[in-house]
């Protein structure tokens, strides 16, 4: 019997049994199908004005600037949410478009919404190279300064 065992390599029985089923587990398992990226974002400060004087001169001395902005407000209610976020995809390229500098939008989360809301608002900016937005408190103030003809073909 024990020259029998002899014949028997245990630990290599072991590999060429568990190897081939744990890469088997390990293929066969789901993926993550969102792939996650690192969004920088830029908390607005009030007393940046102060510290900046050519800044705040560009901004004629408003923080956010002086526009007319149109209000989105986002309560929690994620369908509803949903849809005020593709409005606001729709402005947003229209007034990187059209190159307006009078209009802007103002996004409100209300203590009630998604953080989730917050990061699909930055996320949507950020695909629509809408480079010059606010984060305050609990807004986001979205506005467009004039960018020249020559400058903007190279961005685009």
């Known amino acids: 019997m024990n020259a029998k065992l002899q014949r028997y390599y245990f630990p290599g029985m072991i590999s060429l049994i568990f190897i081939p089923l ?6 066969t398992k789901p993926k993550p199908k969102e792939v996650t ?17 050519e800044l705040s001169a ?20 994620n369908k509803l949410d949903r849809v ?3 409005n606001a995809e729709e402005k947003i390229g229209l007034i990187l ?15 009630g919404s998604e953080y989730g809301t917050f990061f699909r608002t ?10 010059t937005f606010i984060n305050m408190t609990t807004d986001i103030w979205f506005y467009h300064f004039a960018t020249p003809p020559a400058e903007q073909a190279r961005i685009f």
């Open 22 to 27: 744990l890469f088997i587990y390990y293929y």
């Open 37 to 53: 990226y690192a969004i920088p974002i830029y908390i607005g400060d009030e007393s940046l004005l102060k510290r900046m004087p």
């Open 58 to 77: 560009r901004l004629n001395h408003k923080y956010p600037p002086q526009r007319h902005y149109n209000e989105i407000t986002f309560t929690g209610d």
């Open 84 to 86: 005020k976020l593709d």
């Open 97 to 111: 478009s059209t190159n307006d500098t009078l209009t802007g939008i103002h996004f409100k989360f209300l203590p």
């Open 122 to 131: 930055v996320n949507l900016l950020r695909m629509k190279r809408a480079n």
